[in-house]
């Protein structure tokens, strides 16, 4: 590749300076970091705080940290949360209202700026989210003014996937495990005899910049071609996948399938899913007053479609049952986003397996639908 200052490779030298550089230019910078038995998302200000070393081990309801001989910082697959923690706040205050000597009530948007922040280390199938999210709430005419400032003023490192989970199927979803283009700079790690590096590509005029004040040198054929080598073996190694058929017309052909009930008589309806999902978009509004009634606000939190008030309407809920709220989540996920946003809802991360207490996988909900609409067919009967 030609060394017109785009790409470079840098070490863990490099990594370090990032974070600082991306510190000098006024950023939060947030990254991955061990906390807690976890690999969380948290601000971060030195390259200690990266995990290197560590790596995780992932099933079905099921997350475990496990160390790495080979000391790599990003061979870790989708933790607890996702970038929308920062992007689209769990909890954030719309406004206040305050009532006056006289009575009159004063109300006063929250208008605190929001935060520049720079990600570092977000995952292709991340990455893929953030643009699902982009066009859900600032895509259309109706935009969350919130979320949008958030997002243009964001820096997003992206890092390659070279080690997939047991359950990511990113490559079924067509969002990774390559970064495709979103990124202000794409990392891929490579480890062997050569040293621990990454090769640093640039995705915008500021991260050229940000590159070119790194401790860096050009890319260099072995180097890439390990990224490379890395990065197309990860394909191959998808813990899970989607069955290869049309997901939107499968969700519209199962709609009365039996295997609603079956997953309905293990779904909790806790919605841990729709919290760890990178996708879900879904909020309410509270609004709360102190004792003497003089003041009030207005809070934004996160909502669920698995919570009953949900789709609560003067008759009662509209879905009532387990069943109904596990078959609007799915079908919604893999089927009507598309109808509505013109893509998939799912990136393929594999948190919702990970993160369900009963583990239900939306990928072996889905083989299952297919497996009944072909029995079905069989017989020459629709579902
Ligand atoms: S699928 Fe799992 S995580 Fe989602 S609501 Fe049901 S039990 Fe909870
Ligand atoms: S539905 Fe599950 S696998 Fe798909 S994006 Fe959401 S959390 Fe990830």
Known sequence: MADDGSTAVIGTDG????????????????????????????????????????????????????????????????GPQSWKTFLLPQRERQWTADRGADGAMTVTEDDTPPASYAFLGVRPCDLRAIAVQDRVLSGGPHTDSRYRARRERAFLVAVECTEPGATCFCTSMGAGPAAEPGYDLALTEVVDDGGHRFWARAGSEEGASVLAELPRTPTDGATETAARERVAEAADRMGRSMPPVDLQILMRDTLHADRWNDVASRCLTCGNCTMACPTCFCTTAEDVT??????????????????????????????????????????????????????????????????????????????ALNDERAAGAARGEAL
């Open 290 to 367: 102190d004792l003497t009634g003089d003041h009030a606000e207005r809070w934004r939190r996160w909502e669920s479609c698995f919570d009953l008030e949900f789709s609560h309407l003067p008759g009662g809920p509209v879905r009532a049952c387990g069943h109904s709220r596990y078959r609007q989540w799915a079908t919604h996920k893999l089927g009507t986003w598309y109808d509505q946003f013109g893509s998939s809802g799912c990136v393929g991360c594999g948190r919702c397996i990970v993160w369900c207490p009963v583990g239900i996988d939306i990928t072996e909900e889905a083989h």
């Open 15 to 78: 990594m370090a300076a990032l974070i600082r550089v991306l510190a000098a230019r006024g950023r939060t910078v947030i990254g991955p970091t061990v906390r807690d038995g976890a690999i969380v998302l948290a601000e971060i200000a030195d390259g200690d705080e990266l995990p290197y070393g560590w790596g995780v081990e992932l099933e079905a309801g099921h997350y475990r940290l496990r160390p790495r001989e080979d000391g790599a910082a990003f061979a870790h697959s989708a």
